[in-house]
């Protein structure tokens, strides 16, 4: 159910995400929103993904918060382009704070753009960034249930992060019976238990981060289209 | 900044919650308010409470949730009556749904009424459910900076949990800066250090309540009044 305002409020953002995705097809930029609760591991998870890209991977970062520049401090030390959004109080991105901030870097043609939202399983999911895929990031220190209380992040992420599962020993968490749910909510999610303390997991991530861009750059018709023009014209 | 229509549905929200507040005054029932990210532990930290109560202590809890009875199913294994409250997508609960499941009970004479909010440290700030306070329940398994963060959330809470302290040798979280955070956000902030599987912090936290219903009942001119009614009429 869904108020006439928000309906309008979130047609203009698909107005704005559709302009944004397709700059970002142009580019080439593989680009992923990642949702997850408040200290779900998000930027913890992000700063080991930058650590271990290949030497040569041009990346950058928007992340969000309502308040602090705290994530975007953390995340720079990596030395890859990062900036921080402040909702100022509101509790999700929307496409318009996406592209001012693309802005500032013309976007520039990066091979990865990652996307920290918010910290909300909630709200964050209403709102198309014109990220090719969102990612959804739920720590062991959860409850399993999660994925069917808040089924809308679930349905619409095509990879989850089973995240933290150095705590897996210490916390009643049934990681088989998570992703029982999160696949009834969703069949096709894949599924990547991690841990940013110990490094489990990150060489499927990283893997799959690699296969995802490849696969981008083949069926992206207008990166081809907009490489030819570059090529030829 | 806020929307005019948001400033309106806030207005007509406060003004149900006002008429939700008085007729709980009247009844003298202690109602706190938790609000934390999804997986904080405010369900297993309420189910402890509900264990722990007295004898002879009526209480009664409201659940909220996007989706699914699985909290209120978890709660009312301890005999006490417990409500859900699906919100069916709406990321927060708003006064108008406390008030019509507090018509279910007929605004009966509780001693505790405890409402775990949706999880989410943003949106259910904004709405006054009619409450005599917010509880505010942080895990150690998130980030320290938490406060600094979501800052609406501590500002106004009388009352930090700092939840699942027994993961504390486990996760590079600490404590005293959390604790730090939190009252330069909000100077007068409570704060007890509990875990709902330990039990830790529970003797504190149990004392806690006792001491606010008390003080509720002694402090509350409407209570006095309506219980004079009661006796002299």
Chains 1, 2 share one sequence.
């Not at 779900?40 to 970062?61: D, I, Y």
């Not at 990865?112 to 990031?137: A, H, Q, R």
């Not at 690699?210 to 992206?220: D, L, T």
Request: hydrophobic letters at 40%.
């Amino acid at each position: 159910m869904i108020h006439p305002i928000e309906r309008k409020v979130l047609s203009e953002n698909d107005r704005v995400a559709a302009g944004v995705r397709s700059r970002l097809e142009i580019v080439g930029t593989l680009t992923l929103n990642f949702i997850g609760s408040p200290g779900a591991g998000k930027t913890a998870f992000l700063e080991r993904t930058l650590q271990l890209l290949p030497s040569g991977t041009s990346a950058a970062v928007l992340t969000g918060d309502i308040q602090t520049e705290n994530d975007a401090i953390r995340l720079a030390r990596h030395g890859f382009p990062v900036q921080q959004i402040t909702t100022g109080g509101a509790c999700h991105l929307d496409a318009r704070m996406v592209e001012s901030h693309l802005w500032e870097w013309r976007f520039k043609e990066f091979d990865y753009l990652f996307i920290e939202n918010v910290g909300n399983l909630v709200c964050p999911t209403s709102y198309d960034l014109g990220e090719d895929g969102k990612v959804v990031v739920l720590s062991v220190a959860e409850g399993e249930d999660k994925p069917m209380k808040y089924p809308g992040i679930f349905r619409k992420a095509e990879l989850m992060i089973l995240n933290k599962v150095d705590l897996l020993p210490y916390v009643p968490f049934q990681p088989e019976l998570a992703c029982e749910y999160a696949r009834t909510i969703n069949p096709d999610i894949h599924i990547i238990q991690c841990s940013s303390l110990t490094g489990e997991g990150f060489g499927d991530w990283m893997a799959w981060l690699e296969r995802r861009r490849i696969a981008k750059r083949h069926f992206s018709p207008n990166h081809e289209e907009a490489h030819l023009q570059t090529t030829f014209v």
